[in-house]
């Protein structure tokens, strides 16, 4: 899946970050290097863990998503992303 259709869109509501970040995993799983993500996440918790999934992970955190009635962070999926546990996203997976 690429850009050019825009970004892939991950809605996780008001569900709290660890059921998000599952979500996360598993989406990217299945998506094409390049391809940005915006997660619309309620949570307070977001702006911080999803930039620290991201470094903990490969992929790269754009930042906060402008406009919107709710907020949004963008992450790019990376060639080469380290794999994390499927119900545990925090901790990387065992090889």
Do not use: F, K, N
């Amino acid at each position: 899946m690429s850009e050019v259709g825009g970004p892939v869109v991950l809605d996780g509501g008001d569900r709290r970050c660890v059921q998000l970040l599952i979500e996360l995993r598993r989406l990217v799983d299945d998506l094409s290097p390049g391809t940005v993500v915006h997660v619309i996440a309620t949570d307070p918790a977001a702006p911080i863990d999803l930039p620290a999934w991201c470094h903990l992970t490969g992929h790269a955190y754009l930042g906060p998503v402008p406009a919107g009635d709710r907020p949004a962070y963008a992450v790019r999926v990376e060639a080469g992303a380290r794999a994390t546990r499927a119900q545990a996203p925090w901790h990387v997976a065992d090889r």
